[in-house]
């Protein structure tokens, strides 16, 4: 099934429906591979990265054309989320060049109701 993909560089919990009283978060660290073959086969790709470094990193790793955005996502069902972090960024600095060993990859699934 073709899928919205959605990059984030970190997991907005308000992002998520609000008639969610409680929800279920799962979290996979996964390869760049793995990234670009669920964008391979993805629907739309939805970027909701401002940090242009990295931006520019994910368009040289997916081979997809990206831009950086300062919006703010809201979960659509079906979405596939990937959040794209810094290994150790540095608070109050911009990183002018990531390169792909400076960076995680998450995958995260969420689903409504109470898992345990």
């Known amino acids: 099934m073709e899928r919205r993909i959605i990059l984030l560089n970190a997991l907005p919990?308000?992002?998520?429906?609000s008639d969610w009283d409680n929800f279920a978060i799962t979290v996979y660290r996964v390869s760049t591979d793995?990234?670009?073959?669920a964008i391979k086969k993805a629907s739309e790709i939805k970027c909701y990265i401002r940090h242009?470094?990295?931006?520019?990193?994910?368009?040289?790793?997916?081979?997809?054309?990206?831009k950086p955005s300062a919006e703010l996502y809201k979960y659509t069902e079906g979405d596939s989320i990937f959040v794209i972090t810094l290994k150790t960024p540095e608070r109050g600095k911009e990183a002018t060049e990531v390169r792909q060993e400076d960076i995680e990859v998450y995958y995260v699934e969420a689903e409504p109701g109470i898992c345990r």
């Open 13 to 17: 919990l308000n992002a998520f429906p």
């Open 52 to 66: 242009p470094a990295t931006v520019e990193l994910l368009k040289k790793l997916l081979e997809v054309e990206l």
């Open 34 to 37: 793995y990234l670009k073959s």
